[in-house]
Structure formats: C-alpha cells, structure tokens
C-alpha cells in the first residue's frame, strides 16, 4: 500500500480533497494535513488519515513525516511563504521524498523530487492523476474500453532501469515514452528509468495488469523477466548429489518467490535410480510443477529458445557445474531473464542479500530488483561499498542514496558498509547470502589465469561456486543508445 502525504489549505483545498476522495483505491492511503474545517465533507474513508494544525509548524509536520514512509507528497496552500516553509521543512527531513506542489507565484526549483503544477484545472484533475495506483485511459478511441494506457514508471518499480527489450510484452506493446517533457523512440535497447512516462497498447484486461506490475514497487520478481522458475538438469553431466540439491533449491525458489509455475526439465536420463529419486523429491508439489524429460537429446540450445517462450520462464536456475561447459555459456550469454547459479550454500538458510558494488550503471540498474527479492525472501540487504576503481565520489554518493531511498520505498532494512577493503577477502567471509549481481557478457568468457591476475571483483564473485548468485540481466555500456 502507498502512502501519500495531502497537505491542504487555500480555496481549492476543499475540490482537491473531495477528487481525491472520489479517485480513492485501496491501494493508497493518506496523510491529510490541513488548517480549515471547512474543506472537510461528509464522507471519510477509512484509508484517510487527518491532521488539524498549521503545516508550518516543524515540529508538528516531523511528526507526521516520522509516524510513517510516505511515497509521495501533494501540496496546495495559498501563501507562497508557506509554501516555502513548508518545502523546505520537508527537505531538511526527506531530501528524496517526492512533492507534487500547486504553484500560483512562479516558483522554480532546481531539485527533480519537486514536480510543479500550475492553475486550478490542473490541480483538479492532472495531479489527482499523477498520484500513485490511479490509472491514467484513453477513454475514446477504438472499443472505448481502455485499449491505450497512460503510465508513469515509479521510484521502486521493478521496471525502472529495465531495457525494453528485457520485457515480455505478450498481448501489450509499449509504443511511446516520454522523458523530461520529450518523446523519445521506443528500441529495445531503451532503458525504463523512473519518472518516465510510457503510452502502452493492448487488451484493455492486460492493460490493467501491467498496470499493476509497474506501479507495485515489490512482490513482483520474476517479473518483468517472466512469470515462472525453471531449472535446468543435465543427468549425463552432473552428479547425482548436486542434481538432488539443485531440486531442492528449486523448491525452496519456488515457495520464496511470487512466481506461477515452477519448471523443471530433465535432459540425458542416465538411469532409473536417479529418475525414481527424483520423482521422488517432487512428489508433493501438486499442481505448481511441470515437470518435462527430454529423451530425444534435442540439446539445451534448442530447449532452451523453445521453453523460454514456451513457459514464459523469468529465472533459468543452473548449478554451477554447467557454467564450466561451453556449450552452457555460448547459449546463456545472450539471455535476458535472470539467471540463478545454484551455489553450495543453502537458499533456506540465506539471512541476508548481498551487494558487492563494482560500478555505478549496472548496479543502478538492478537496484530496484534487488530490494524486490529481498522483500520476498524477507532479508536484510547488506551493500559493500570498497571503493572500486572509477567510482566518482558524487556519482557514488549518488548511488548510495538511490539503495537508501528504495529501500525506504520498499520498506527494507539496508546496511550499507564504505571502506578501503579487498572485496573479495569480505565477500569470502560472509556467510548465509544470496549475493546479487548485474549478468554481463565479461563473466562468460574463459579465464586461464589465477585470482590475482585481474581485479574485477564481479568476475572473481562469478567464479566463485560457495555462495548462491542471482544473476540480473543489463544493458551494457556499449549497447545503452539513451
């Protein structure tokens, strides 16, 4: 559930409060600060909060800001001083959190969590639609049913920082995007970022779908890679211990994570002991599993392109063993859905997410997915920061910023650890982690040398098998055209 911040007084407070009492939804509840009793109505949902006193009032309106996480803040009164004041009291308290204002005074702010909206129509019916869960439909054209859907790419979303080619659009197109006021051409090599606005187009039932998966800012992984989990066994190329604790992983995946279906394919039986062990371990699955064996030996190239459309997979599960043969590597190397190297640590006993950054655009990028499974797999989410060559120190404070305001956005515990340390001498110290990473090519290619002929600590952590990876699909420098 969102939570908005209304802070209302002036001659519009009264129209503002009943449209946006009019467009409530479940999914939002507010924070109603005003001054006049007057801009009540009779009707009071249960959703809404209200607060009599002056907005000015520091003390007054921190504790209004302290007694919960609000995602987004409107405001509309009718002196600019106050206006002013109360901007900056919210600032000096939540540098990050966005403000919707109403401006009648020509205001101008340098600052992107500050949105400003002028004249009374607009307030009355424009911001109202600005605000989080109220989708924005075009109500006249084809069928009248809401074929083609206005939406805006929220903070926290799991699309934000996805390249459009990484979204399955089955039975929806994104056709337009708007950024900064300008209409940018859609190409899949285009990244979602925050604040964007998207026109989409399709039925007017999976329209509101996707709706609802770009405007939740958790609960949705594997989206918007696929909806399900599929693993992925070789029986003639692993052994019989790791082939049962990859199925173990699985379901433990499965359970964690808000998929639908859990696959999983079985290639090259090698003897009936194995496959009546495993039947076995999958006897109380039910209805959550299809299970597939393919006794032709079609080869995982083709499977692979086959099942993934097929099953609309979002995490293609491997034990690490596959990732040392190259016929495994040459067909991941292009995936883009996320990629789960089983590891020797077990995924019921993981207590934290773990973050090694290595650079500022990839890791910006899976940001939001990163809080998204940690919410599912109700941990804690620790970042190690050990200042890696190339890092500028505003874009890195940046970025630090971005992982502590998602994390307020999906109400996560973050710690974040800055200090001139080996990464890796740290990352093999942890214990009971799910360690998260950007999926880049580099990973893929063979290296014959020993650790301390390259540096790059996303490649060592790659090479590593003790910890359970998840691997998060990017767009690379040289790909990244906007």
Request: glycine share 4%; hydrophobic share 40%.
């Amino acid at each position: 559930m969102k939570k908005i911040l209304v802070i209302l007084d002036g001659i519009v407070a009264k129209k503002l409060l009943n449209r946006i009492i009019e467009s409530n939804v479940i999914e939002n509840s507010y924070d109603v600060i005003y001054v006049n009793d007057s801009i009540l109505g009779k009707t009071r949902p249960s959703n809404f909060t209200f607060y009599k006193f002056d907005p000015t009032s520091k003390s007054k309106l921190s504790m209004v800001l302290d007694k919960d996480t609000h995602a987004e803040v409107l405001i509309a009164l009718n002196s600019k001083d106050e206006m002013l004041n109360v901007i900056k009291n919210i600032k000096d308290q939540k540098r990050t959190l966005n403000m919707n204002i109403l401006d009648y005074w020509g205001l101008e702010f340098d600052d992107p969590y500050v949105n400003i909206y002028q004249g009374i129509e607009v307030l009355a019916n424009g911001m109202v639609e600005k605000l989080p869960n109220i989708p924005i439909i075009a109500q006249n054209i084809g069928l009248r049913q809401g074929e083609i859907m206005e939406i805006r790419v929220p903070f926290g979303s799991t699309y934000a920082y996805r390249y459009i080619g990484s979204i399955e659009q089955k039975d929806w197109k994104i056709f337009a995007l708007y950024r900064n006021e300008t209409l940018i051409t859609v190409k899949p090599s285009l990244i979602l970022k925050p604040n964007d606005t998207i026109l989409i187009i399709g039925k007017a039932k999976v329209l509101m779908q996707v709706y609802n998966a770009i405007r939740q800012s958790q609960g949705q992984f594997p989206r918007p890679f696929g909806a399900n989990i599929y693993l992925y066994l070789d029986l003639y190329a692993q052994k019989e211990k790791e082939i049962i604790k990859a199925i173990n992983e699985a379901i433990q995946l499965d359970k964690k994570l808000k998929n639908k279906k859990l696959i999983i394919k079985i290639t090259r039986p090698s003897n009936v002991s194995i496959m009546n062990r495993i039947k076995y371990e999958l006897k109380d699955l039910g209805k959550n599993l299809i299970f597939e064996i393919d006794y032709a030996n079609v080869g995982f190239s083709k499977i692979i392109k086959n099942d993934i459309k097929k099953y609309d997979v979002g995490v293609l599960m491997l034990s690490h063993e596959l990732f040392l043969i190259d016929k495994y590597l040459e067909e991941i190397k292009d995936s883009k859905i996320a990629i789960f190297k089983i590891g020797k640590n077990k995924i019921s006993t993981t207590k934290e997410t773990f973050v090694l950054l290595n650079d500022i655009k990839s890791y910006e990028q899976i940001s939001p997915i990163i809080f998204d499974i940690s919410s599912q797999l109700k941990t804690k989410t620790k970042i190690f920061d050990m200042d890696p060559l190339g890092f500028d120190e505003d874009d890195k404070k940046n970025l630090l910023d971005h992982f502590e305001n998602l994390a307020k956005i999906f109400n996560q515990k973050v710690e974040i650890q800055s200090k001139d340390a080996n990464p890796i001498k740290e990352l093999k110290e942890q214990k009971n982690i799910l360690q998260i990473m950007p999926f880049k090519k580099d990973m893929l290619k063979r290296r014959y040398f020993f650790d301390f002929f390259y540096t790059n600590s996303d490649l060592i952590s790659f090479d590593m098998a003790r910890f359970n990876q998840l691997l998060i699909p990017i767009i690379e420098d040289e790909e990244e055209t906007n």
